[in-house]
């Protein structure tokens, strides 16, 4: 009984401080500053300086700012809906950490890689919800691009996530489709024979396409096509309807990279989290601070896909690679 | 360092659990009270506050919402226009003159002698 309430409650510590709720305001904080100094410095800007030490708490002091503003809303807009969807995205987005081995006491269950896919999800459906309970001429345009979008995204996202546990199995058999014990399995993944590696190579390349997409990131930005269709999704949000949005879609920028880091990138290989968890966890934030750069870069450098362009190359790209991948990694196991 | 194992069933309702307490404490911290000690002191007036943005004009009194299922289908369907003509007039050269479909092919063919040599 006393264990079971020490896990309880350490789950609970897990989920709101670390690496939970806590850990990720610090996290989006700093990947905000970080961004933004990443851009700036490509556009020969200083960036953000004169909020903290080096403009570190300028991403703080905005958030802070949209958080304490006055709640308004127009004549035609769902008041609670967007509140509700958007603090259950976070939740939902959230909680996919305690799946991992970032957490110190994780949760695992076999094929429990669907319930992560399935949480995910939750954040493009409710980015949806949040769109269309804004009814605004622009707010459809960029809904409508939106959903075009995640048809062609999400698929390929899935596929390509899926193809690490089923090769993880396809070694190991343990490891039964977990999230948890695939990634602590991440660094043999590449390496057991040349199909799994090309299938991985595949997966890989596929499912960064897709996750630019799922994160609307340039060039895949045009369901928010600032300046364009006025601010597409976002047009009629301000103040803490706004926060709460911009807090879902940074959670995604965070947690999704930081998942393909795991999958992908060896997890935290050359370290490992059974022998020493301090080295694996900064070995895979140093990972996930590379590939999150790399994103801030192309975002800076690429120009805005016309919707139809962007869908074509998620064809192309993305879905036709991931789902060839995750039927070669389906076969190379069952054979 | 350990890991909880558990049968899917219950890891989705004890994951549901989770989901549900941390979107309490966002909506409670980054919401309700925020809005409570500050926000809701602001209030005022004006007679376009609760207008539609656009684009700093006052809305037309006409409906001018555009349907989102139209703009998907839209976008969807110039995506994949090209293919599609391709598919319907037979004309495969649209797929050998792109070099992606060799890619694939090739893709294809490699993944399958390496799975059924065992590589």
Request: aromatic share 14%; glycine share 6%; net charge neutral.
């Amino acid at each position: 009984m006393d264990a079971w309430i020490s896990n309880v409650v350490t789950l609970v510590l897990e989920a709101l401080v670390f690496p939970g709720f806590m850990f990720m305001m610090a996290m989006i904080i700093f990947t905000q500053w970080w961004w933004r100094k990443a851009s700036a410095r490509m556009a020969y800007r200083r960036g953000p300086t004169r909020t903290g030490p080096a403009g570190t708490l300028q991403p703080l002091a905005d958030f802070l700012k949209l958080l304490a503003k006055e709640d308004i809303t127009n004549g035609l807009m769902l008041r609670r809906l967007p509140i509700l969807i958007t603090s259950f995205a976070a939740g939902s987005i959230i909680t996919v950490l305690l799946f991992t081995p970032l957490s110190p006491l994780a949760l695992w269950s076999p094929f429990d890689i669907v319930i992560v896919l399935y949480l995910l999800l939750w954040v493009a459906v409710s980015m949806a919800l949040y769109g269309l309970s804004a009814p605004n001429p622009y707010t459809n345009l960029g809904v409508g691009r939106y959903l075009a979008l995640l048809t062609v995204s999400e698929p390929a996202l899935f596929a390509a996530f899926l193809v690490p546990p089923i090769v993880a199995a396809g070694i190991n058999p343990s490891t039964q489709y977990s999230l948890y014990w695939t990634i602590m399995n991440a660094a043999n993944l590449w390496t057991s024979s040349a199909v799994n590696a090309t299938v991985m190579a595949i997966a890989a390349i596929a499912g960064f396409f897709a996750m630019l997409g799922v994160m609307t990131v340039k060039p895949f930005d045009f369901p928010e096509a600032e300046g364009e269709i006025y601010w597409g999704m976002f047009t009629e949000y301000g103040g803490p309807r706004l926060a709460l949005g911009f807090f879902v879609l940074f959670l995604e920028k965070i947690i999704l990279p930081m998942l393909y880091v795991m999958l992908f990138l060896g997890g935290a290989a050359p370290f490992s989290f059974a022998d020493n968890y301090v080295a694996a966890f900064i070995i895979v934030l140093m990972k996930y601070l590379a590939v999150y750069t790399l994103i801030a870069l192309i975002d800076t450098m690429m120009p805005r896909y016309r919707p139809d362009q962007g869908i074509r190359f998620m064809i192309k790209y993305a879905i036709t690679p991931a789902t060839i991948a995750l039927i070669f990694a389906v076969v190379a196991t069952a054979i | 360092m350990a890991a909880i194992g558990m049968g899917p069933d219950v890891l989705v309702l004890v994951s549901f659990g989770f989901v549900f307490l941390v979107a309490g404490v966002v909506w409670f911290m980054m919401y309700h009270l925020f809005q409570k000690v500050y926000g809701r002191k602001l209030k005022y007036e004006t007679p376009v506050k609760r207008d539609l943005v656009f684009c700093g004009m006052e809305p037309p009194e006409e409906d001018v919402m555009i349907p989102v299922t139209e703009v998907m289908t839209s976008v969807l369907s110039r995506a994949v226009r090209r293919w599609y003509k391709a598919i319907k007039e037979g004309a495969a050269v649209e797929f050998v003159q792109d070099w992606y479909f060799y890619l694939i092919v090739m893709l294809v063919i490699l993944l399958s002698i390496g799975v059924a040599l065992g590589w």
